[in-house]
């Protein structure tokens, strides 16, 4: 039954890693007709929020108090798993090259061997550190080296993976009758509140152009790839969670890795970006690498979990 649990949990969190990855390709439209990353963003993470409430409302079956007493971790998703980690990643864009910042943000899954160890008092195995280098290394390959820029932009880029690790550390906790689909909805539409709080203040740069957009050599209106890149965020999200309740939050990490494979991939097919040989096998890498992660974890089954903070069970 584990090992069934844990083949979905893999299952799922691909299908995760490929609705993310379609957000690079949606969102470079609208970016290019004027939008600001901040407002791409909020907007995307809110419509993504609209449309997964009625599926929210149902898995719910009336019982709102799960609700209420899950508002903590609902918060943590929306305020570090949403928003934080958006804002400082923006922050450090504007200072460090776009690689630079992906890779450090990537580093995410080292950053929570780190924790589980730390947590749990006991050393990885050696197959995972070998399956965290083997997928960083396919990460430097898809993405390419790190450099340029000022340590600020570093630190900030810093902050994003760990906002990152701990939006796993947040989706893989005991759900205790959430239904992760309820977590991604309100955690979207909080997240997204507070970073359109965050444009108004003007800390971020906010900006919208409500016109046509050139996307696969066509010109289309701007709500077009607007409402895709909302659809597919509702349903990466919804399936992260639920794939990082299945794996646990380290082994979700790895295969979130994933999500940089298939940005390329389709960058290649709706934007014509190039896609050579060192990309294919960075992606090569990577699958070795949660092969790896994965190993380890079949052996040692249930993977722990770091604990966040300490909170009274019913909250």
């Known amino acids: 039954m584990q090992r069934t649990s844990v083949t979905t949990g893999l299952l799922i969190g691909v299908l995760a890693s490929v609705a993310f990855g379609t957000s690079g390709a949606l969102a470079k439209p609208l970016m290019e007709a004027g939008w600001s990353p901040a407002a791409a963003v909020t907007a995307r993470a809110g419509l ?11 898995a719910l079956r009336g019982k709102w108090d ?10 943590g998703m929306a ?7 958006q804002l400082v990643y923006f922050a450090s864009l504007q200072r460090i090259p776009v690689s630079s910042a992906l890779l450090i943000e990537y580093l995410a899954p080292l950053l929570l061997v780190i924790w589980v160890a730390v947590a749990t008092r006991r050393l990885p195995k050696p197959i995972v550190l070998v399956g965290a280098v083997v997928a960083v290394g396919g990460l430097v390959m898809i993405i390419g080296p790190v450099g340029g820029g000022d340590a600020l932009g570093y630190f900030f880029a810093a902050l994003a993976a760990v906002g990152c690790a701990l939006y796993y550390v947040i989706a893989a906790r005991p759900a205790q009758g959430l239904p992760p689909v309820a977590l991604a909805a309100f955690g979207l539409l909080i997240g997204s509140a507070s970073l359109g709080l965050v444009g108004v203040t ?33 349903v990466g999200y919804a399936t992260s969670i639920a794939a990082s309740q299945l794996l646990g939050s380290r082994l979700m990490s790895f295969v979130g890795m994933l999500e940089v494979v298939f940005a390329s991939l389709f960058a290649w097919i709706v934007l014509g970006e190039q896609l050579g040989p060192l990309q294919l096998l960075g992606g090569a890498l990577i699958l070795t690498g949660i092969a790896c ?12 979990e770091p604990v966040l903070e300490t909170v009274d069970s019913r909250v």
């Open 79 to 85: 305020l570090i798993g949403v928003a934080g980690t």
């Open 48 to 58: 993504a929020g609209i449309l997964l409430l009625p599926f929210a409302a149902r």
């Open 202 to 234: 003007g800390l971020v740069p906010f900006d919208i152009v409500l016109t046509e957009v050139a996307m696969g050599g066509l010109q289309i209106p701007w709500w077009a790839p607007l409402l895709l890149l909302a659809a597919t965020t509702a």
């Open 293 to 304: 992660v994965r190993a380890e974890k079949a052996a040692t089954e249930p993977d722990p």
């Open 66 to 75: 799960t609700v209420w007493r899950a508002r903590w971790r609902i918060l």
